[in-house]
């Protein structure tokens, strides 16, 4: 039997872009990178696993708005005709790299990385990715959770109470719709817990959440095994926090894995390198230079000079890591598993646009690791959150302190000079909402519950977290600031609509196309029904 767990969690969130009018916005390919190079290769790892009979478990989180993006027919048109253009870049990259020998093994890669994408994706599972997660879930080597409805961070949405309620019962609705069954856990958004939001998780059936470190560590009351062993809330719903050392290694571009000389440089590529005329059909059509994925060197060092990237190095060090993390996950639960009366639990929880994004080796790390865990040792145990709390019933009780996994631990990143303006309309617009569906309760007019269901999902969409880190991060803040404003817009002009007995059924059916998130959000979860 295994002295100790290792319980790995990936979360695989975007914020929810839709624009039918305009098939080049420049966000929009935040979706087309990410599924080639974090959930293709991700769901390309297990399967593989799963080819070679590897026992593994890992735990991944779809917030509902990538849900709602990877199942939309127009969006998963734009990005196979996007991986199209792609795999044509390829094919002339290979031409061009022809008298660069080293170059050409790069380009090589990426032509047939884009390929195998194309198979999985369209031939595979017909463009459509849940499917690809659905049967990992089915095949028992991964735990599928969700996160909130849009990523609203709660600690700040928490001032009505029917806003976090709204959050989490349209997330839990919405995948039971998509899969079939009940979530057993939940990614709170950026880790943001509250005390008391575990009372709504538990009333939406709801087992388990993630913590920052110091949300357990600061209990009350201290937990007995710090972060290697969860805490059972006032609720019932079990807390499991992110161990600190583990995290270090793979998140720190300066300490961790993903820094090392060997592995690709994310920050040079031909989008920018290459001159105009070439590139001009592969990036943006109003000529601003983007990344296109085509990146041919590797770290290096700490300076500009970067030399070209071998991938066969690369893999090695991805090999060397993964035995590397697991031998001090070993070194973990030997020392630990003498202290405790159940073996620790090691929680790594990471972002899963991570592997292979930002990290491009990622994903092969990520394969390297569970396989070195199935062959080469018996002391770990993968396992997932909720086969922990079948097997461990006796959990200490304790409610975590209010934290969050963003800078300063607390609500810093989602709240300063730069984002701040938006939560006095935020908590205006939820209460409106509120109390239009409390009135509308007393009304079967089809219009009004029409227009106050679209009504919830402008409200869900402005209160994404990710509006608010763009703004404090300063990227693409123009955009940020103009969803939160449009949402937010759209929702006054509903709820005018319904005091005045205006209705425009056009514009209404213009939004509800746009803005076509929760197909079946019923206003009345903000009425508290």
Known sequence: MAKGYLSLVLHAHLPYIHHPEDPNLLEERWLHEAITECYIPIIKV????????????????????????????????????????????????????????????????????????????HVQYHNNLLQAFKELQESGHVELITCAGTHGYLPLLSIHRESVEAQVKVAVDYFKETFGFQPPGMWLPECGYFPGVDEILRNNGIQYFFVESHGLLYAKPRPKYATLAPLRCPSGVAAFARDIESSKQVWSAQ???????????YYRDIGYDLDYDYIKDYIHPDGIRINTGFKYHRITGKTDYKEVYKPEWAREKAAIHAGNFMFNRQKQVEYFSQFMDRPPIIVCPYDAELFGHWWFEGPQWLE???????????????????????????IQPATPCASSWGHEGYSDVWLDDSNDWIYR????????????ARAANRSNDYWHHRILNQAARELLLAQSSDWAFIMKTGTMVDYAVRRTNEHLERFDKLIQSLRKGEIDQDWLEEVEERDNIFPSVDYKVYAGI
Do not use: W
């Open 425 to 436: 309309h935020l908590h205006r617009a939820a209460k409106s909402m509120i109390n239009a």
């Open 46 to 121: 297990c399967n593989n696993l799963k080819k070679e009979n590897v026992d593994f478990k890992i735990t991944i989180s779809l917030s509902p708005p990538l849900m709602a993006m990877l199942s939309n027919p127009l969006l998963q048109k734009r990005y196979l005709k996007h991986l199209e253009k792609m795999i044509e870049l390829s094919k002339k990259e290979v031409k061009r790299t022809e008298s660069l020998p080293e170059f050409q093994v790069v380009a090589k890669m990426y032509q047939n990385l884009l390929h195998q994408a194309y198979l999985i994706f």
């Open 368 to 394: 390297f690791l569970m396989k070195k865990i199935h062959f080469d040792q018996n002391e770990i145990e993968t396992i997932a959150p909720s086969q922990y709390l079948e097997r461990h019933s006796h």
């Open 255 to 265: 300490e961790g894995y993903p820094g090392d000389f060997d592995y690709r440089e």
